[in-house]
């Protein structure tokens, strides 16, 4: 019986030392570095290309749509215990082209890059021992960068853009270092993998 209040006393003692190095704090700052998979403007990417394929003509053997992973950057500082404030930086890239069936040669093509930088709010629900429970979301700018050729002709479009990101599900778990997962819509994809830091 004393052997399992001092494994109890032992566990106890590893989960408060441990939640208290594990998230981030009030003052504290947190980086986050992750990649994404899927952004809100791969998916509609995926979903104009498909729609192209079910309209186009005979001649089009193929049309692909391919969506790349998406790095982000992240910093917040800690308001409280529970709320934190900062900004994302993620870099978004596709691609998309239409094969015609009797030269093989692409006819079309297509490549988007749509960095975004948001203002967020992250905010902690539940922590026990090294794992976090988390959300966050944001809105900002976008910078719409697309290339597109047509039959040899080459032409460029740029546009500025609002981005919005809503992460309503986050894990992490460690201590100062951490790895995090979490899942959601907008700019960093569906979902978003990576490493934290506090400091």
């Given at each position: 019986m004393k052997r399992v209040f001092c494994i109890l006393a032992v566990v106890?003692?590893?989960l408060g030392g441990s939640q208290s190095a594990s998230?981030?704090?009030s003052g504290e700052l947190l980086v986050k570095g992750g990649v994404g998979y899927l952004s809100v403007y791969d998916l509609l990417g995926s979903l104009v290309v498909g729609l192209g394929t079910a309209f186009s003509d005979e001649e089009a053997n193929a049309e692909s749509f391919v969506p790349m992973l998406n790095p982000n950057l992240s910093v917040y500082w800690g308001v409280s215990d529970k709320l934190a404030v900062g900004a994302?930086?993620?870099?978004g890239y596709s691609s998309a082209r239409r094969v015609v069936t009797e030269t093989g040669a692409v006819c079309k093509s297509m490549k988007v890059f749509y960095p975004s930088l948001c203002f967020d709010v992250y905010t902690t629900y539940y922590r026990l021992g090294k794992f976090s429970f988390y959300g966050m979301s944001g809105?900002?700018?976008m910078?719409?960068?697309?290339?597109?050729?047509?039959?040899?002709?080459?032409?460029r479009e740029y546009k500025l853009l609002p981005a919005a990101h809503l992460y309503p599900i986050g894990f992490s778990y460690g201590g100062k270092i951490s790895g995090f997962i979490e899942g959601g819509?907008?700019?960093k994809g569906l979902v978003n993998a990576g490493i934290s830091c506090c400091f």
């Open positions: 106890g003692l590893l998230a981030q704090k994302s930086l993620s870099f809105f900002g700018p910078l719409y960068m697309s290339e597109q050729t047509d039959e040899g002709v080459t032409t819509w907008g700019a």
